[in-house]
């Protein structure tokens, strides 16, 4: 699911990225972000060709993850039944107390939106290297808006401070991350883009719960119709809440008896707190830090159970300026997002708060270092890899093989890179002269053909 939500995320625009995850979490499995990207279909490009766009904005082309409700006749007989689908969700609609009026006034002259089809299959070639994700987030520009926000909306952040607990530099920072602080303005219809989704293509399934939850939505009246807009996979709001997130979370912080995270700010950020609380925030505890690791590292600790910071401590990890970690009981797991040429952390509970708000990596790490940011502190010391080159989709599928076939993994490739790749690829580069990071460059893949 994570590298499901991962491959999503660097697919599609920055902006939709966050969105994704936040619903996913909160609800069952399907991410939100994984509604965008598939999990292991990383593996095939589409035809590079420029096909004609029909008037719906659609490609006319079938989809890259292979899926068969994605083939161009598929989605076209998806379309041809699009009115009686929608109709069939009238049923539930009903039991969840939408009248027969708002059900009519929503989808009588409602159209799928094809476009979507591209962007849900949309795979990149290469997957994009974490710290140019987490660069394009963290930058001066956004450091300074967040900054002006906290001033700006100092009030309503000591409230929700107040009544949540969870600290406003990541509750702004995940505002910054998902809309730049509102200001990418969502311009497509949630209930057409869940409908589109929820009727064609390969995640019928989760999405006929948001259209339905998103008719919910309407028939309380708490946001206007004309501003009931999101991102692609039906996102809305500042913090781009999944419609099934706004109905678990969404709070009225500004009293004014509607729900609305669109227009109120205050009601937006009491909600992303709320979400926060409820995925397991510990009120004043970092989410984690910088860290440097002693000269004979065992890497295979990184992969293996969390422990305490003192027990970190006590096999030398050490913070970042070589300081000794804080006596701390929490449980931490170490982090080589960049394996061990670039920056290593300590995970606390809270980065695994953020993991649980948007289960993927870039996500996490973006948020907490633009927190740190926003709460006056510096940039990470250790540099990124920049020279290290990643793999592209049909190089994951060949690493994988070869690992195969030397029986260090088990399973046939997917292109999708789990832990069991991870810990395969360790076991690869200790028992061919390599540090055991696990993290799979193109430099592993040499070795591994040689
Ligand atoms: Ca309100």
């Given at each position: 699911?994570r590298?499901?939500?991962?491959?999503?995320?660097?697919?599609a625009?920055?902006?939709c990225?966050?969105?994704?995850s936040?619903?996913?979490?909160?609800?069952?499995?399907?991410?939100?972000a994984?509604?965008?990207?598939?999990?292991?279909d990383?593996s095939?490009?589409?035809?590079?060709?420029?096909?004609?766009?029909?008037?719906?904005?659609?490609?006319?082309?079938?989809?890259?993850?292979?899926?068969?409700t994605?083939?161009?006749?598929?989605?076209?007989?998806?379309?041809?039944n699009?009115?009686?689908?929608?109709?069939?969700?009238?049923?539930?609609?009903?039991?969840?107390?939408?009248?027969?009026?708002?059900?009519?006034?929503?989808?009588?002259?409602?159209?799928?939106?094809?476009q979507?089809?591209?962007?849900?299959?949309?795979?990149?070639?290469?997957?994009?290297?974490?710290?140019?994700?987490v660069?394009?987030?963290?930058?001066?520009?956004?450091?300074?808006?967040?900054?002006?926000?906290?001033?700006?909306?100092?009030?309503?952040?000591?409230?929700?401070?107040?009544?949540?607990?969870?600290?406003?530099s990541?509750?702004?920072?995940?505002?910054?991350?998902?809309?730049?602080?509102?200001?990418?303005?969502?311009?497509r219809?949630?209930?057409?883009?869940?409908?589109?989704l929820?009727?064609?293509?390969?995640r019928?399934g989760?999405?006929?719960?948001?259209?339905?939850?998103?008719?919910?939505?309407?028939q309380?009246?708490?946001?206007?119709?004309?501003r009931?807009?999101?991102?692609?996979v039906?996102?809305?709001?500042?913090?781009?809440?999944?419609?099934?997130?706004?109905?678990?979370?969404?709070?009225d912080?500004?009293?004014?008896?509607?729900?609305?995270?669109?227009?109120?700010?205050?009601?937006?950020?009491?909600?992303?707190?709320?979400?926060?609380?409820?995925?397991?925030?510990?009120t004043?505890?970092?989410w984690?830090?910088?860290?440097?690791?002693?000269q004979?590292?065992?890497?295979?600790l990184?992969?293996?159970?969390?422990?305490?910071?003192?027990?970190?401590?006590?096999?030398?990890?050490?913070?970042?300026d070589?300081?000794?970690?804080?006596?701390?009981?929490?449980?931490?797991?170490?982090?080589?997002?960049?394996?061990?040429?670039?920056?290593?952390?300590?995970?606390?509970?809270?980065?695994?708060?953020?993991?649980?708000?948007?289960?993927?990596?870039?996500?996490?790490?973006?948020?907490?270092?633009?927190?740190?940011?926003l709460?006056?502190?510096?940039?990470f010391?250790?540099?990124?890899p920049?020279?290290?080159?990643?793999?592209?989709?049909?190089?994951?599928?060949?690493?994988?093989?070869?690992?195969?076939?030397?029986?260090?993994?088990?399973?046939?490739?997917?292109?999708?890179?789990?832990?069991?790749?991870?810990?395969?690829?360790?076991?690869?580069?200790?028992?061919?002269?390599?540090?055991?990071?696990?993290?799979?460059?193109?430099?592993?893949?040499?070795?591994?053909?040689?």
């Amino acid at each position: 699911m994570r590298s499901a939500m991962l491959l999503l995320r660097t697919a599609a625009a920055v902006v939709c990225l966050a969105a994704l995850s936040a619903q996913l979490s909160a609800k069952d499995k399907p991410a939100p972000a994984a509604a965008n990207k598939s999990s292991g279909d990383a593996s095939v490009n589409r035809p590079a060709s420029a096909a004609p766009v029909d008037a719906s904005g659609w490609s006319g082309q079938s989809g890259s993850s292979g899926d068969p409700t994605m083939t161009a006749d598929a989605i076209k007989l998806a379309t041809a039944n699009f009115k009686k689908c929608i109709e069939n969700e009238w049923p539930e609609a009903q039991r969840r107390g939408v009248t027969r009026a708002t059900f009519d006034a929503y989808t009588a002259k409602l159209t799928p939106d094809l476009q979507i089809m591209d962007l849900l299959d949309d795979q990149p070639e290469f997957a994009k290297p974490i710290w140019e994700y987490v660069d394009s987030i963290v930058t001066d520009e956004r450091i300074a808006q967040g900054k002006a926000a906290l001033d700006q909306y100092r009030e309503t952040f000591d409230a929700v401070e107040k009544a949540t607990g969870v600290d406003r530099s990541v509750i702004a920072a995940i505002w910054g991350v998902e809309t730049n602080y509102g200001k990418a303005r969502d311009t497509r219809p949630v209930i057409r883009s869940t409908a589109t989704l929820a009727c064609i293509g390969r995640r019928q399934g989760y999405f006929r719960e948001e259209f339905v939850t998103a008719l919910e939505i309407l028939q309380q009246g708490d946001i206007a119709p004309e501003r009931f807009n999101g991102n692609w996979v039906g996102a809305f709001g500042g913090t781009q809440f999944m419609p099934t997130t706004y109905k678990r979370f969404a709070v009225d912080f500004d009293n004014d008896g509607k729900r609305n995270i669109v227009d109120s700010v205050a009601d937006m950020l009491g909600s992303t707190a709320k979400a926060l609380k409820a995925f397991g925030w510990s009120t004043g505890q970092a989410w984690g830090y910088e860290i440097a690791l002693p000269q004979n590292f065992n890497y295979f600790l990184a992969s293996g159970p969390a422990r305490t910071v003192g027990r970190w401590g006590g096999i030398g990890v050490t913070l970042v300026d070589g300081k000794p970690l804080p006596q701390d009981k929490s449980i931490a797991a170490v982090l080589l997002p960049a394996g061990a040429e670039g920056p290593a952390f300590l995970a606390l509970g809270n980065y695994q708060v953020l993991l649980n708000y948007n289960p993927a990596e870039p996500y996490a790490l973006a948020v907490a270092a633009l927190s740190d940011r926003l709460r006056g502190g510096g940039p990470f010391v250790h540099t990124w890899p920049h020279d290290a080159r990643m793999l592209t989709a049909a190089e994951r599928f060949e690493l994988q093989d070869l690992l195969l076939r030397r029986g260090l993994l088990f399973r046939a490739p997917s292109g999708r890179f789990d832990q069991a790749t991870r810990y395969a690829v360790q076991k690869f580069q200790s028992s061919n002269g390599m540090t055991p990071d696990g993290f799979a460059t193109a430099t592993v893949l040499e070795r591994l053909r040689m």
